[in-house]
């Protein structure tokens, strides 16, 4: 690589080109699963914990993330796609049920680009 560091390759291609993915997976895969790291005394608390990560917190990364992709990118149907297919490989971790959720975080990508869609386009 003609005397080009390992770590610069990583940054520009790996790291600038799929910086929102790495975001959403993490999201998807890490946030949920690290509930089992929290200590609990009952099982129902760590259920209740991990409702509350799928059901608030990773709606409110995709929020945030949509609209700042929309800022510097404006609208594109192809973000929320991904949000919606890195979903869908979701469900081999938890069944079919997840589907609903799947739609829900496309409709908040939506809504999170159409917000910073609108910032970009105003100026605000």
């Not at 608030?56 to 990118?73: E, G, K, T």
């Amino acid at each position: 690589f003609c005397g080009v560091r390992m770590e610069e390759i990583l940054k520009k291609v790996f790291i600038e080109k799929y910086k929102y993915s790495i975001v959403i997976a993490i999201s998807y895969y890490i946030l949920p699963f690290s509930v089992y790291i929290v200590p609990v005394e009952d099982p129902f608390d760590r259920a209740i914990l991990f409702a509350y990560i799928v059901i608030a917190v990773i709606p409110l990364i995709l929020l945030v993330l949509s609209i700042i992709f929309a800022m510097s990118n404006r609208f594109h149907w192809y973000f929320s796609f991904r949000i919606f297919i890195l979903c869908l490989a979701y469900m081999l971790f938890t069944g079919i049920s997840i589907l609903m959720f799947c739609v829900g975080y496309f409709i908040v990508s939506v809504i999170g680009q159409c917000i910073g869609a609108f910032i970009r386009d105003h100026k605000l």
